[in-house]
């Protein structure tokens, strides 16, 4: 177990829907890290929040958007899905930013059916 | 940006025999490069890194070797079991840390025993 969890595990939606996934970080994390798993696309990063503010991008959709709260959760909405965007959603969270390794929550199966 | 590639796409060895995966990637700014490791369904975990100031690292059967001029850096399994049978892949980040990590696109080994 990583310290790291992510609900819901599976999620099934319809085209056109709006979902938000949540991540906990490990306890003391302060940066957490949101990614894409497709069979198309491989593992791609998303986007980065250190301490309740943005820090990198990736390529993450406009349709999406990422959050991270006081008490350093943080939640992806994903809106308007497309049937492509079904995949697996992983969090991820580290100390801090930079020179450190990063923990990988179980993930989030999306189906956009 | 950073392009990471990643062969081969599949792997067979037998119980006991060594397992090669190699890396390139585009970008000399890249600084830390993991090797993580996924079971079917499961999250990716970390095996082992390495950063741009070390050509080679050790950690029991696995080693990974960075060649900074080539930009190239590779995975060594020795004395393969069973349970290494997975899905590994390899990241580069220009950050120097966990955030934004650029990933192959993975490497099915299958160790028959």
């Given at each position: 177990d990583s310290?790291?969890?992510q609900t819901p595990k599976h999620l099934i939606t319809a085209t056109g829907q709006r979902v938000t996934l949540r991540c906990s970080p490990r306890s003391g994390d302060l940066s957490v890290y949101w990614y894409q798993q497709s069979l198309d696309q491989g593992l791609q990063f998303l986007i980065q929040y250190y301490n309740g503010e943005e820090r990198a991008k990736g390529n993450i959709l406009e349709r999406f958007s990422?959050?991270?709260?006081?008490?350093?959760h943080s939640e992806l909405n994903?809106?308007?899905?497309?049937?492509g965007d079904s995949a697996l959603y992983f969090c991820a969270s580290?100390?801090?930013t930079g020179n450190t390794e990063a923990f990988f929550g179980q993930g989030t199966r999306l189906t956009v059916v | 940006g950073e392009n990471v590639e990643q062969h081969p796409s599949t792997l067979s060895v037998q119980e006991g025999d060594s397992a090669v995966i190699k890396c390139t990637y585009s970008?000399?700014?890249s600084n830390y490069?993991?090797?993580?490791?996924?079971?079917?369904g499961k999250r990716p975990q970390l095996i082992i890194d390495i950063r741009s100031n070390v050509g080679e690292k050790k950690d029991q059967r696995i080693a990974v070797t960075l060649n900074k001029t080539a930009k190239h850096f590779?995975?060594?399994?020795t004395e393969t079991q069973p349970e290494d049978s997975a899905v590994y892949f390899c990241a580069a980040s220009l950050q120097g840390g966990a955030n934004n990590l650029f990933f192959g696109t993975g490497t099915r080994l299958t160790v028959i025993p």
């Open positions: 310290g790291v969890t990422a959050q991270q709260f006081p008490d350093l994903l809106s308007s899905l497309e049937l580290s100390p801090r | 970008d000399s700014a490069f993991p090797w993580y490791k996924q079971e079917l590779s995975l060594h399994i």
